[in-house]
C-alpha cells in the first residue's frame, strides 16, 4: 500500500490575518480609474494610495502609525492635471515617490516626516517625454536614481531623477501597449509583456531584446511577469477559454513551460508579488477576495500551491511592504495592504513557530536602503547586486535624505540660432559688464531664496513640534 508522501517545507503553514479593525486605515476615497496597477504602494515609513481627486490626479500619504479614520481634509499630494496611474517609492530613499499620470508626465515628490498642513503641490522634477498616458513606474533596485516608465505610446523610457535626463529610450521594441514591466535583482535585465501576446527579456542598455516568446499564454487578456531568485520568469495570464493560468519559464530555453497551471474561469488579472527571500509568489486579482500563495522550487512540479488567504471583500488594489518593513519577532513574512472602496486593511502572512527567538531560515540577508551603484556607472555597463542587510535586531529607517535635482545647463549645448556677427571693442566690453551684473545678481536671489527656505522648513519644524505638544 503506497503512502503519499507530504512535501518537506518550512512555508507549508503560512497563514494570513487581516489586521484588527483598530490597525485599518478609514475614510479613503480609492481611486475608480479603470487601470491594471495595485493603486497603493508601500515602504517601513509611509503608505501610499491613489485616490479619487476633482480636477486632476492626486494620492495620499499616510505616516503607518496613522491607522484609524483619515480626515476627510488631509492633505493630498496633488499636480497631475488627469488621474494617477501608478506609483512607487524609492528603494534608496523612504521619503522619495514617483507617480505616472494620464497626462503623461512623471512626479517625483520629497515626502516630509512631519504631516504637512497643506497639500504636496510641487514636486522635486517633472519627467517629460512620454506622448501618450504613463501607466507603469519601476526604480532600478540597485542603482542611484534611476526610474523606468512605460506609457501607453509603446516607449519604455529610462531616466536619471537626479539630472532630469532621459538616460535610455526604447522605441523600437514593443509594437503595442506594454502591459508590465520587471526588473532583475542586479537590474541588468528586464522583463516585459505586451498586448501582442509577447513575453520578451530585454538588454535595456543595448535596447536588444535577448529572448522571446510568443503566446507565453495564450488568451487575450494582460499578462504579468516577474524574475525569479533562479533567474526565471514566472508568469500569470489566460488560456484560450479565458481561464486564468500561472506559468514558470526558462529564458534560456522558451520552448518548452518549466510549469504551467491552469488556475479559475474568474476575468480579473493576476498581479504577482514575488519575494525572492522565501521564493513564494502572491497572486493578488483585482476584484477578486483571495491572495493565493506558492512556492517556487527546483523540485518538480516547481510551482507548489501553498494556501489561499479568502476575505469576504474584494480587493480594488494591493500594496507590498518590503522585507525590511516587516516584524521579525513576530514571524511576519510579508504584509499586504488591501484596499477596499473606502479603506486600507492590512494582511499579514506569518509561520507559526514556537520559539521567540530570531529566525535565521526565515530572514536570510535582505535588500537594504544603500545601493550598490551610480546611475552612470550603472549607464556605462557596471551590474552590481543589491547591498544586504541583516534584520536580525529590526529594521530602522535611516533619517531623513533630501534627494537633490542637478539640472545640467542647457545654454552649454544649445547651439547658437543665428549666423555669427562681428562685436566692436565697446559692444564687448559693454556685453561683459552686463554679465557680471546679471550673475551677481542671480548669485545674490540665490542666496535669499536659500535663506527664504532655511526660514519656512525652520517655522514647519516649530509647527510640528507645537503639534506634537498639544497631542
Given at each position: 500500500m503506497s503512502r503519499r508522501v507530504v512535501r518537506q517545507s518550512k512555508f507549508r503553514h503560512v497563514f494570513g490575518q487581516a489586521a484588527?479593525?483598530?490597525?485599518?486605515?478609514?475614510?479613503?476615497?480609492?481611486?475608480?480609474?479603470?487601470?491594471?496597477?495595485?493603486?497603493?504602494?508601500?515602504?517601513?515609513?509611509?503608505?501610499?494610495?491613489?485616490?479619487?481627486?476633482?480636477?486632476?490626479?492626486?494620492?495620499?500619504v499616510l505616516p503607518l502609525a496613522k491607522t484609524g479614520r483619515v480626515d476627510k481634509n488631509y492633505p493630498l499630494v496633488t499636480g497631475h492635471t488627469a488621474p494617477v496611474l501608478d506609483i512607487d517609492w524609492c528603494p534608496h530613499n523612504d521619503n522619495v515617490i514617483a507617480s505616472a499620470s494620464d497626462d503623461t508626465t512623471i512626479m517625483v515628490w520629497q515626502i516630509p516626516d512631519y504631516t504637512p498642513v497643506r497639500n504636496i503641490t510641487e514636486p522635486i522634477i517633472t519627467l517629460e517625454g512620454h506622448s501618450k498616458r504613463v501607466g507603469i513606474l519601476s526604480w532600478h533596485p540597485t542603482a542611484r536614481n534611476v526610474l523606468l516608465s512605460a506609457g501607453g505610446d509603446n516607449v519604455?523610457?529610462?531616466?536619471?531623477?537626479?539630472?532630469?535626463?532621459?538616460?535610455?529610450?526604447?522605441?523600437?521594441?514593443?509594437?503595442?501597449?506594454?502591459h508590465s514591466v520587471c526588473w532583475n535583482s542586479?537590474?541588468?535585465?528586464?522583463?516585459?509583456?505586451?498586448?501582442?501576446?509577447?513575453?520578451?527579456?530585454?538588454?535595456?542598455?543595448?535596447?536588444?531584446?535577448?529572448?522571446?516568446?510568443?503566446a507565453a499564454h495564450e488568451g487575450m487578456r494582460p499578462m504579468r511577469a516577474v524574475f525569479t531568485r533562479q533567474g526565471h520568469i514566472f508568469t500569470t495570464g489566460f488560456t484560450r477559454m479565458s481561464q486564468r493560468e500561472l506559468g514558470l519559464w526558462d529564458p534560456n530555453n522558451f520552448e518548452e513551460p518549466v510549469a504551467l497551471q491552469e488556475m479559475d474561469t474568474s476575468n480579473g488579472v493576476l498581479l504577482p508579488f514575488y519575494d525572492p527571500d522565501s521564493s513564494i509568489v502572491y497572486l493578488c486579482g483585482k476584484g477578486d477576495s483571495s491572495i493565493r500563495y506558492f512556492e517556487i522550487t527546483d523540485e518538480p512540479p516547481f510551482v507548489h500551491y501553498l494556501n489561499t488567504f479568502s476575505s469576504k471583500e474584494p480587493q480594488r488594489g494591493m500594496g507590498f511592504m518590503p522585507k525590511r518593513g516587516l516584524d521579525v519577532s513576530k514571524c511576519e513574512i510579508a504584509r499586504f495592504y488591501k484596499l477596499h472602496e473606502r479603506k486600507c486593511e492590512p494582511i499579514i502572512m506569518t509561520v507559526p513557530r514556537k520559539s521567540d527567538l530570531f529566525q535565521d531560515d526565515l530572514y536570510p540577508d535582505t535588500p537594504g536602503p544603500e545601493p550598490a551603484l551610480e546611475a552612470d556607472e550603472w549607464l556605462s555597463g557596471q551590474d552590481a547586486e543589491p547591498v544586504l542587510i541583516s534584520l536580525r535586531?529590526?529594521?530602522?529607517?535611516?533619517?531623513?535624505?533630501?534627494?537633490?535635482?542637478?539640472?545640467?545647463?542647457?545654454?552649454?549645448?544649445?547651439?547658437?540660432?543665428?549666423?555669427?556677427?562681428?562685436?566692436?571693442?565697446?559692444?564687448?566690453?559693454?556685453?561683459?559688464?552686463?554679465?557680471?551684473?546679471?550673475?551677481?545678481?542671480?548669485?545674490?536671489?540665490?542666496?535669499?531664496?536659500?535663506?527664504?527656505?532655511?526660514?519656512?522648513t525652520a517655522l514647519e519644524n516649530m509647527l510640528c513640534e507645537l503639534v506634537d505638544g498639544t497631542d
Open positions: 484588527k479593525a483598530d490597525q485599518a486605515y478609514e475614510d479613503i476615497r480609492v481611486s475608480k480609474v479603470t487601470w491594471d496597477s495595485s493603486f497603493c504602494a508601500v515602504n517601513p515609513k509611509f503608505l501610499a494610495i491613489i485616490v479619487e481627486a476633482g480636477g486632476g490626479g492626486a494620492f495620499i519604455i523610457i529610462i531616466w536619471n531623477v537626479g539630472t532630469g535626463e532621459v538616460l535610455l529610450s526604447l522605441d523600437e521594441v514593443h509594437p503595442d501597449v506594454i542586479n537590474g541588468s535585465l528586464l522583463a516585459t509583456t505586451c498586448k501582442d501576446k509577447t513575453l520578451r527579456i530585454i538588454d535595456p542598455r543595448k535596447g536588444q531584446v535577448v529572448a522571446e516568446r510568443f535586531d529590526g529594521y530602522v529607517p535611516p533619517k531623513h535624505r533630501e534627494l537633490r535635482v542637478t539640472k545640467r545647463n542647457i545654454l552649454d549645448v544649445r547651439p547658437p540660432t543665428g549666423p555669427p556677427r562681428s562685436q566692436s571693442a565697446s559692444e564687448a566690453s559693454l556685453s561683459q559688464h552686463t554679465l557680471e551684473t546679471l550673475l551677481e545678481e542671480i548669485k545674490a536671489l540665490r542666496e535669499r531664496v536659500q535663506a527664504q527656505e532655511q526660514r519656512i
